[in-house]
């Protein structure tokens, strides 16, 4: 939404397209096997489909092609006539580059997990541990055995072809371009940190004494390659149990949410907040003292983080993917090995015991620059710009 917002904002049409799972009353229009809605919001057009039929989990979660989505990208496509097709996420969308392909019209890729060569999208193996890659499909086999390999062949020379037919294919970290890249030594990957949107920051003014009583707080998802469950058992570490930790957002797999519930049940000061919206990012973290993100697997480099340094909050995070590109430590925050919830709370301790040192780390982020949404489509509209030349 941020770069539509600032890609309209700079003269230019931008309509968005986005897969829906609201119920069938929700739609206006059926074309073939999809039904869709077309509506603003925050001033931009968006368009929102649906299968009529349920195609199943596989066509749904895991395929770049689906003929249904075929048919109704050609009508689409026909009828607004793009210049440009600008793909954020493959999921659901495959069929999308497809189409621009056929009728020439040129399309950017975003590269957001590993969707293209995963079709889990996370790199995770069955055993809940990072995978180092897909080895032309190969990796699947070994560790993720229960997905077919004839469509994991498939799928993965469909992937190929839609990189490397891709105007421009875009990371926001290196360490994510460079997964791919030694993946496909041929593909040429561009460099675009996410921006962020200042009118929804809100600075985090606390200044610290030595009896400052600390908030933690964690805000995302809650799966299990999220590192949640490391969170809390570092805060189940009797030294660290005086401490309160605020949990914001959700969950769909019930049974990782009852087991996280379980173990935050031993600390009374383990506080689960529910779902939030964006525009409340500003107030939580205005009013909380240091975000943690725990995550297991290979991160590229989540929002949330450029979210709380913007706001000024110092950040404790697992040393993987790219967030080593944007945590330093005991710079502007902290980092910790990946799923060592006994060092988590070896720093959360050290905070605890010393909230003063928070005010050099906040000092620091007060002189770092933050990437805006500015910034961000400044750099795609150079890309833009460039296919008319």
Known sequence: ???????????HDVKIITHSFQPESYFEHTYGNIMYKEFQYNDLPIIAYKHINDPGPEILYQALEDSNISEFANMLFEKEKPDIVHVSHSMRMGEFLSTAKKLNIPYFITLTDFFFMCPKGIFMTNEGTPCTGAKQGDACKTFCP?????????RYNQAKNYL???????????FLANMFKDEYPEL?????????????????????????????????????????????????????????????????????NALLRKKANKNSNIEFCGVY??????????????????SIWHENCPFVIYEALACGLPVIASDVGGITEIISHRKNGFTFPRGDSKRLARIARKLISNPEILNAIKENLKRGKVNTVQDEASEYLKLYHATKQ
């Open 1 to 11: 939404m941020n770069l539509s917002s600032q890609v309209k904002a700079n003269g």
């Open 146 to 154: 229960e997905i077919n390999n004839e469509f994991v062949k498939y």
């Open 164 to 174: 490397l037919s891709a105007r421009e294919v875009i990371a926001p970290s290196f």
């Open 188 to 256: 040429d990957i561009k460099i675009i940190n996410y921006g962020i949107n200042l009118n929804k920051c809100q600075q985090n003014e606390t200044s610290y004494t030595k009896d400052h009583k600390l908030t933690f707080c964690y805000a995302g998802s809650h799966n299990y390659h999220k590192g949640v469950h490391v969170l809390i058992k570092a805060f189940l570490n009797s030294k660290v149990k005086d401490a309160k930790l605020k949990i914001y957002g959700s969950g769909n797999v019930e049974s990782y």
């Open 277 to 294: 919206d964006e525009k409340d990012v500003g107030t939580i973290f205005s009013e909380v003292d240091v975000l943690i993100v725990p």
